[in-house]
């Protein structure tokens, strides 16, 4: 039987370095956007990303994408 899989949510993740350990490991921290519209592009996410740069006291170091989907049998 084939899956069917619907995607029901998805959300823009920011990662950005927050300064150095006492060891000197980066501290790398996350603010999360959440009810990103599902049609959005993955061009366009990363285009807000980059608007957004500059706006931010640390240096973003990686967008992340989360897509949630329910699986059904089809």
């Keep these: 039987m084939a899956v ?3 995607q029901i949510k998805s959300a823009l993740t920011l990662r950005y370095k927050n300064g150095i ?3 000197g490991k980066d ?6 956007f959440s009810n990103i519209k599902l049609t959005a592009a993955d061009q366009g ?5 980059a608007a957004l740069t ?8 990686q967008v ?8 059904i049998n089809g």
Excluded: E, W
Excluded at 27 to 32: N, V
Excluded at 45 to 49: E, N, W
């Design 45 to 49: 996410l990363l285009d807000v990303a």
């Design 64 to 71: 992340v994408r989360s897509n949630d989907s329910v699986l």
């Design 4 to 6: 069917i899989s619907t």
């Design 21 to 23: 350990d006492a060891s």
């Design 27 to 32: 501290i790398i921290k996350t603010k999360k």
């Design 54 to 61: 500059p706006l931010m006291k640390y240096p973003i170091v």
